[in-house]
C-alpha cells in the first residue's frame, strides 16, 4: 500500500513569514497527527484527528499554528507567522485507529522547516 | 509534554553485539511501543506491547515491561551495522490514546 506522502520535504523561510505543509495519510486511516521533531528531541504531537474532528491540539500553539483535516482525507499544517524556534521535522502520521485497538503509527518522510 | 526518558542517550557497540535501550514512564499507560527513525527519515514502528504482557519478541527484537516500575526495555540480539539509528520508545495513554514519544536512544553498531 503506498505510505504517508508530505510535502514539501524541505523549506527555507525568514522569519515571520508563512509556510504550509501538506499530508495525505494512507487510504481507509481514520486518524491523522501532526508531530513537531526538533533536531536531537523525540516527536511532540501537534494536533490528531479523529476523521476530520480534531481530539487533542492542547500542544498546538494556536496563535500561529492552525491544521485542518479537509474531508477527513488530507491535512494541512500552515505556521503564520513564523518564528526562530519553529526550525525542526514536521511529521505527519496515520493509524486505522477506531474507537478501540492499538493505534500504530505510519509515518511520512517529514517536511523539514528552517526559520532563519 | 515528552512523558518518560530513554536511557542511555547515546550507545556505540561493535557489530554482533546485543544493544538494551531503556524507556521509564510516568502515567499509567494502554500500550507501550518502540520506534526507529534513520537519518533523515521517518519513523518506523517495530514492536508494540500492551500492559498486561510482560515480554514480547519479533526477530532480533525483545521487549519487556514492568508496570510496577514503569519502565520497559528493548533488546537488539546480534546488531549489524544496518541497527544505527534513533530509537524511540511511545507511550498511549488516555481516552484518545494519545502517542506520547520519550528523547530517544541514539544507536550506533560500528562494523
Known amino acids: 500500500e503506498a505510505g504517508v506522502a508530505q510535502s514539501p520535504r524541505y523549506k527555507i523561510i525568514e522569519k515571520r513569514q508563512s509556510v504550509a505543509f501538506w499530508c495525505n495519510p494512507i487510504s481507509g486511516h481514520a486518524t491523522l497527527y501532526w508531530y513537531q521533531q526538533i533536531l536531537g528531541q523525540g516527536p511532540k504531537l501537534l494536533i490528531q484527528f479523529q476523521n476530520n474532528g480534531v481530539v487533542d491540539d492542547s500542544q498546538l500553539p494556536k496563535d500561529r499554528f492552525s491544521a485542518e483535516r479537509l474531508k477527513g482525507v488530507d491535512s494541512t499544517l500552515k505556521i503564520q507567522p513564523a518564528k526562530l524556534e519553529d526550525s525542526a521535522v514536521y511529521l505527519c502520521a496515520s493509524s486505522p485507529l477506531g474507537s478501540s485497538g492499538a493505534n500504530v503509527l505510519t509515518f511520512g518522510a517529514g517536511s523539514r522547516l528552517t526559520v532563519l | 509534554s515528552q512523558q518518560g526518558e530513554e536511557d542511555p542517550q547515546a550507545l556505540s557497540i561493535q557489530e554482533g553485539e546485543n544493544a538494551t535501550m531503556n524507556c521509564s514512564y510516568k502515567t499509567s499507560i494502554n500500550n507501550l511501543q518502540w520506534y526507529r527513525q534513520n537519518s533523515g527519515r521517518g519513523l518506523v514502528h517495530l514492536i508494540l506491547?500492551?500492559?498486561?504482557?510482560r515480554e514480547k519478541h519479533s526477530g532480533r527484537l525483545r521487549v519487556t515491561l514492568d508496570t510496577s516500575k514503569k519502565s520497559s526495555s528493548l533488546l537488539i540480539t546480534a546488531s549489524r551495522a544496518a541497527d544505527t539509528a534513533s530509537y524511540f520508545c511511545a507511550k498511549t495513554s488516555g481516552s484518545a490514546r494519545q502517542l506520547t514519544f520519550g528523547s530517544g536512544t541514539q544507536l550506533t553498531v560500528l562494523p
Open positions: 506491547i500492551r500492559s498486561n504482557e
